[in-house]
């Protein structure tokens, strides 16, 4: 079936707030320290934090410490579900045109 | 880069009766949904998905701007829906073949170069959850209503 109910943090659960699109935008570019993601935001220390504890639970970036720092590194190949929204478009449109088909059949039998 | 769906069918009945279904206000919301459609280039028009309270669907509007309408070989519109999925284009092309007709079907413009850019998520209001939320729920509605 199309929709698994599933309970672990999505990844997109993770990128619809867009804080967190745009830290994942940061990241595209290079490697990142909290304080130096921290930097681009308005926000408070811990309130990014737990924007990056939700891409981190996601899968979508890893953690790494350096010395005192914890480092952020995107993780792309997670975001391979959200393609897969055309899939579902593609589910779709069979949908539709089988209903078209039989539509036209009934109508013809009239 | 953007991605294209393409459909190509064959339909037993002529031309003629395939363009009624497709361009029929009443008839396009037996196969879609409910509609203000009218078969004339320029016009705006709205899909209304109905809501689906068994799997937590809302319903969505789909809007439609009607691009190209040649009776009975050609019609094409717009189509932007909640999310992502802004000014992407849905085209019917009917060919005869025998005694029934080819339709050519295809919505084009689904920008998925950059599923992490600025374009398809910034610009997403409701976000990609809400969007794929609601196409599952399109999706498995569908499937409910079969049985």
């Known amino acids: 079936m199309v929709v698994t109910p599933d309970r672990r943090p999505d990844v997109f659960g993770a990128i619809s707030h867009p804080a967190r699109r745009r830290m994942l935008d940061l990241l595209v570019e290079a490697d990142r320290s909290v304080n130096t993601i921290a930097g681009h935001f308005q926000m408070s220390r811990p309130a990014v934090s737990q924007h990056l504890r939700v891409l981190l639970e996601a899968g979508l970036v890893t953690e790494q410490r350096r010395g005192r720092e914890r480092c952020y590194h995107l993780v792309p190949e997670r975001l391979g579900p959200v393609r897969e929204w055309i899939a579902h478009y593609e589910r779709f449109w069979d949908d539709r045109l089988l209903r078209l088909q039989q539509q036209l059949a009934k109508r013809s039998k009239e | ?147």
């Open chain 2, 1 to 147: 880069m953007t991605k294209t769906i393409r459909r190509e069918i064959v339909i037993p009945q002529p031309r003629e009766q395939v363009w009624r279904a497709i361009t029929d206000r009443a008839t396009l919301a037996e196969w879609m949904f409910p509609n203000d459609f009218e078969p004339r280039v320029g016009h705006c028009f709205s899909f209304h998905v109905p809501p689906n309270p068994k799997v937590g669907f809302d319903g969505l509007v789909v809007s439609c701007e009607v691009l190209e309408c040649e009776p009975p070989t050609r019609l094409a519109f717009s189509w932007s829906a909640p999310g992502p999925v802004v000014d992407t284009r849905v085209s019917f092309r009917l060919e005869p073949d025998g005694d029934g007709t080819r339709l050519f079907f295809e919505h084009s413009g689904f920008d998925v170069s950059q599923p992490w850019g600025q374009q398809a998520l910034r610009g997403a209001e409701f976000g990609w959850a809400k969007m794929l939320e609601q196409l599952s729920a399109i999706v498995v509605g569908l499937a409910a209503d079969q049985k």
